[in-house]
């Protein structure tokens, strides 16, 4: 199993980014999929989800309406867009799938400062 997002990196406040988590060795298809993130000395929290067939997602309030998680299952890949990037976005991503399992990938480090 394989989980490798990439796309991070540094932008100003105001600016965006596009993660991509490109996934393989399970049945993307059958899997939710998530973007959690941490902030130096803080937890992992979760930034946004999305159901296996990508009908339904959901987003913590600290982004929402700045954020978007889609999916490709032809692709095997999961996406989150960024808009109107804040410093206080800035962390280490991380993608995530899960069913009766959950699988991680490495992380990237997205920092947004000027």
């Known amino acids: 199993v394989q989980l490798v997002e990439s796309g991070g990196g540094l932008v100003q406040p105001g600016g965006s980014l596009r993660l991509s988590c490109a996934a393989s060795g399970f049945t993307f298809s059958s899997y939710s999929m998530s973007w959690y993130r941490q902030a130096p000395g803080k937890e992992r929290e979760l930034v946004a989800a999305?159901?296996?067939?990508?009908?339904?997602?959901n987003y913590a309030d600290s982004v929402k309406g700045r954020f978007t998680i889609s999916r490709d299952n032809a692709k095997n890949t999961v996406y989150l867009q960024m808009n109107s990037l804040k410093p206080e976005d800035t962390a280490v991503y991380y993608c995530s799938a899960k069913r009766f399992l959950v699988y991680w990938g490495q992380g990237t480090q997205v920092t947004v400062s000027s």
């Open positions: 999305i159901i296996s067939t990508g009908d339904s997602t």
